[in-house]
Every structure is written in C-alpha cells, then in structure tokens.
C-alpha cells in the first residue's frame, strides 16, 4: 500500500510513549480480547500502514488513547471491557458532507435512475427548501444525519454551508454546523445563487465580500465547486484566496463532472483536500502525488448518479494521499454509511480492503490536517469502534452488514 503514514507527504506521527512500561491512571479503562486492532501506527504493530495488533488490548485514560499492544501485556486499570475477540478500528473521519440543509429530492432520484445524468443544476431545489426551513429544523436535520452516521462508527464529521446562497442563510448554516461540529466548511460558492443567475460575477463579489465577512468566523475552511455549471478556474482562485485572507483554509470540489482546472488549483494553494478526484489527468496525478493536497474519494455520488467511478488504484500507485468519504448529501449521495463507501471503493475503484479503511480513518484525518484522530496510538482522540466480525476486512466482505457494535468517542462509549 503507497498510502499510509509512513509516505513523506503524510501527517507525522503523534509523538508519545508506546511502551507497556508507560505511566496509566488505574481509573483508567482497558478494552481486552480484540481479536484484531487497526491503529494506523506502524511502528505499534505488525509494520503495516494499518499497524495491526492481534489478539490485542488498548487503554483508554480521560478522552485519549494512553496504551496499545498485546492483551496480555496490558497494564492494570479499574475498569475493563472483554471486546469478546472482535476486532476494533479508529472512529471513521467523515471529511465530507453536507448536512445543512431541508427538503426532499427522492423525484428527482427516481427520475435519474430512470435515465436522467446528475447536473449540478439540482442543487437549486435543496437551496429553495433550505431558505425556507427554521433554525431548529435545520440543526435537528444535522443531529439527526450525525447520530445516524455515528451508529455506523464515525466520530469526527466535517459539513459545510452551501445551500442558502444569501449572506443570511450561509451564515445561519454555518452558526447551526458549527453547534455540531468543529469542522465546519463555508461553501457560498457551492452554484452561482439562482438570484444572481444572471450576474455570476455579482455573486462572487458577494462570495468574496459581504457573505465571507458574515460567515468566517464560524467556519475553518473555505470550498468552491470548480465546475462547468458552476464555478471557473479564475473564479475559484478568487474565492479561495479571498478565505485564506480571512484565516480560512482551501478544500476544493475538483474535477467531479469533468476535466478542469481544480486539482491544479487546489495543489497551488495547498488545500487540504481536492474532493471527488474522478476526471484526472496524467499530470493532476502527478501534482496529488507530490503535495500535500489529499485526493478524497466519494464513491456515494457515483453509486447514486450511475456516473464513472474515480480511479483510486491510479492515484495509490502514484504515491497520492487518498481520503474516502460519504458525500453525505440530499441529491447526489444521500449516504451516512461510511462501511457503504469502502465496499464501494473496495468493489469499484481499485482499493484493498486495507487501503479503504485506511482512506476512511487516517485518511479522513490528514484530509482535515488532523493527527489527533484517525488512529488509535497513544497520545490520540479514544475515537473507536468495535465490529461484530474477527477483522476489519469484513467491512467489505459483508457489504450493507451492521458490523458496528459499539461506538467510543473522546472516551466515552456512546453507541
């Protein structure tokens, strides 16, 4: 596998004492009997980007991981939960969505999958019933679609504005993510506001300008949809780099529908994370593979839009950090269910088995510039979740299976 943490455009390492020897509180809780346990540390277990441990034990102390490593040789602590030789995995880092919104498009689902291509046009309609949806439908959707993703294992969410389009409704957007989460995206620039359909360069003023004033400081990252239909090359560097002004930092819907120039861009401004990766050039490999910039992988959309699947194998062999994520979204990816997505990328886009929950952990967190999360090393987030099966590679194995036992986040045993 060419992804993983030991490639030299990845997150470092969280640095902290691994031994067995390492000082843990007896209040402390000890998950005992895992059959087997992904940590996302090479240098905890087997030498594999997975860093897997069998018949294995991990110690949780307050809200963080403080021991890894054979069940017999786990330390002394009050509290101790037999896993019953399941296997546990990290929590899985959704690094996006867009959960933000009112409304229905089950219609317009059905007609598609009756022959009609996904365009990006359908975006208006979720715009329509957002504006008139309340505050407190709006969050209660949010907490609604973060439970249901959290009964599946994920425990960190990124989700963005995008569908208000006036400086109001995206502000409000982010104030209600933002209650939620602390990965919050401001997507202004998601279509050009059917209000300004005839003045798209009217709106990106107003993306740039009013609406990034009122929307920044909810927000910690900044995205544009570089697209036909929606926003061009200079478009997008304007939009991008008017965020960064203001502290936030580029993500980029790159290349989804067709060639274009958002992988270039997202490298040159060093966005954390081009998203959906499906239409690549020779050299917009290249330029993923040598930056910093994750390529994230949303097999949902194509699932739901019967559209061409992106190529993770291409992008793996080249040395490229690969993310894979929901999409989570009312009209083209109407998914929650991270171990959905890795049966996708596992069946349909090139990934072993390892590689997609990788890409759904680790991959995930380095998409958010994050090293707190995605593994379970010492000195990390207690974001895990235990399966019902011996191994991880049953996610796959058993596409649509509830595998997801038990859910810990920050500690806490919430699911």
């Known amino acids: 596998m060419n992804t993983g943490p030991a490639a030299t455009n990845k997150p470092a390492a969280i640095s902290a004492p691994t031994s067995a020897n390492s000082a843990v509180a007896t209040a402390a809780t000890a998950i005992v009997n895992i059959a087997s346990l992904v940590t996302n540390d090479p240098s905890l277990g087997d030498g594999t980007p997975l860093g897997l441990i069998q018949d294995a034990a991990v110690v949780i102390d307050g ?16 509290n101790r939960v037999d896993a019953g030789g399941r296997a546990v995995i990290p929590g899985f880092v959704d690094s996006h969505s867009h959960l ?103 709106y990106v003023a107003l993306v740039t300008g009013e609406m990034l004033d009122a929307c920044a400081p909810y927000a910690r ?39 274009g120039p958002g992988v270039q861009l997202a490298v040159e401004l060093d966005a954390a994370s081009a998203d959906h990766c499906t239409h690549l050039t020779d050299a917009d490999v290249d330029a993923l593979a040598s930056g910093d910039t994750v390529a994230t992988l949303l097999p949902g959309a194509e699932f739901s839009t019967r559209a061409e699947w992106p190529n ?21 990816s109407f998914t929650s269910s991270v171990p959905f997505c890795i049966a996708l990328a596992v069946r349909d886009m090139g990934m072993t088995p390892d590689e997609a929950l990788w890409s759904a952990t680790a991959g995930g967190a380095a998409a958010l510039r994050r090293t707190d999360i995605g593994r379970l090393s010492p000195g990390a987030y207690a974001d895990l ?18 595998l ?12």
Not at 386 to 401: E, M, Q
Not at 404 to 415: A, F, L, P
């Open 221 to 259: 990252w900044i995205d544009v949809f570089c697209e036909k239909g929606a926003f061009d090359g200079d478009q997008a560097r304007a939009i991008l780099t008017a965020g960064q002004a203001k502290g936030l930092h580029p993500r980029v819907h790159a290349n989804q529908l067709s060639y």
């Open 100 to 202: 933000v919104f009112a409304g229905d498009r089950t219609a317009e689902f059905n007609a598609r999958m009756s022959g009609r291509p996904y365009e990006a046009g359908g975006i208006r309609t979720t715009v329509a019933a957002t504006r008139a949806a309340s505050d407190a439908d709006l969050s209660a959707n949010v907490a609604r679609y973060m439970r249901e993703a959290l009964r599946q294992g994920t425990t960190t969410f990124e989700t963005k504005s995008g569908y208000g389009l006036t400086v109001e409704d995206e502000a409000r957007a982010l104030r209600v993510a933002a209650a939620h989460t602390d990965e919050v995206t401001y997507l202004g620039a998601h279509i050009v506001s059917p209000d300004y359909a005839d003045d798209p360069a009217g």
């Open 385 to 402: 979740a235990l399966l019902d099966a011996p191994s991880h590679v049953h996610l796959a194995y058993r596409p649509g299976v509830p």
């Open 63 to 78: 809200d963080r991981v403080a021991w890894v490593g054979e069940s017999r040789k786990a330390p002394a602590t009050d």
């Open 404 to 415: 997801v036992q038990e859910v810990w986040r920050r500690g806490e045993r919430v699911v």
């Open 312 to 332: 993770a194998r291409r992008l793996l062999d080249a040395g490229a950090t690969v993310a894979l994520s929901t999409d989570c979204n009312p009209g083209s």
